[in-house]
C-alpha cells in the first residue's frame, strides 16, 4: 500500500522526530537511540552533497555516539518544522525540515553554527510502534554568526517546585 496514512500513524511519526530533536538537545542516550529501529541507520550528507554521505551509523551502540559527538558544542536547539508522510508498504517514508542551531562559547565571544536540514526518513512499524528505520540527514544550507549567550546557565525553577 501507498499513499496517505492516518491521522493517528502521523502522529506518532511526528513524535518520534520530536523525541529525535529533544534527546539530542537535552543529550539523552536512551531516549535518542528508542526514536530507531533496533537496526536504524543514521546517514549525515554534508551541505550540497547527495552522494555519499560523510558518516553512516548502524545499530544502537554507534547510533549513542552521535550524543558524544554533539556534546563539543554548549548547547544545541532544534526547531522541527513542516513533514510529510507516506504509507509504503507496511512502512512509511517521509521529509521533515529541521532547523538546528549548534552554540559555542569561547574566551572570544560565542558562536551560532546554524544548519538549515531536512530529514528523509523510512519508518518501521513493530510491536512496540513506529521507529526511524533510516534517516538520511541532508543539510542543505548553513551559516555561522555571532551570539550572545544568557549570563545564567540554568533554567529558572519552575512555580511549586
Known amino acids: 500500500m501507498s499513499g496517505p496514512l492516518d491521522l493517528e500513524d502521523e502522529r506518532a511519526l511526528r513524535g518520534l522526530a520530536a523525541g529525535y530533536a529533544v534527546s539530542v538537545d537535552r543529550r539523552d542516550v536512551d531516549g535518542f537511540v528508542s526514536v530507531f529501529a533496533p537496526d536504524g541507520v543514521l546517514q549525515v550528507f554534508d551541505a550540497g552533497v547527495a552522494d555519499e554521505p560523510r558518516s553512516v551509523l548502524r ?5 549513542a555516539r552521535v550524543i558524544e559527538r554533539i556534546s563539543v558544542y554548549d548547547a ?4 522541527v518544522g513542516q ?3 507516506a504509507a509504503d508498504g507496511a512502512g512509511a517514508t ?3 525540515y529541521c532547523t538546528a542551531r549548534h552554540l559555542t562559547r569561547s574566551r572570544h ?4 553554527f546554524t544548519m538549515l536540514i531536512r530529514y528523509r526518513d523510512r519508518y518501521a512499524r513493530g510491536a512496540d510502534g ?3 528505520a533510516d534517516r538520511s540527514v541532508l543539510v542543505d544550507w548553513t551559516a555561522l554568526q555571532t551570539a550572545a549567550p544568557p549570563a545564567r546557565t540554568t533554567e529558572p525553577k519552575r512555580a511549586g517546585s
Open 109 to 112: 565571544g560565542a558562536t551560532d
Open 83 to 85: 513533514a510529510t508522510y
Open 94 to 96: 517521509g521529509e521533515v
Open 130 to 132: 513506529w521507529r526511524i
Open 76 to 79: 544545541t536547539f532544534h526547531f
Open 59 to 63: 545499530g544502537a551502540d554507534e547510533l
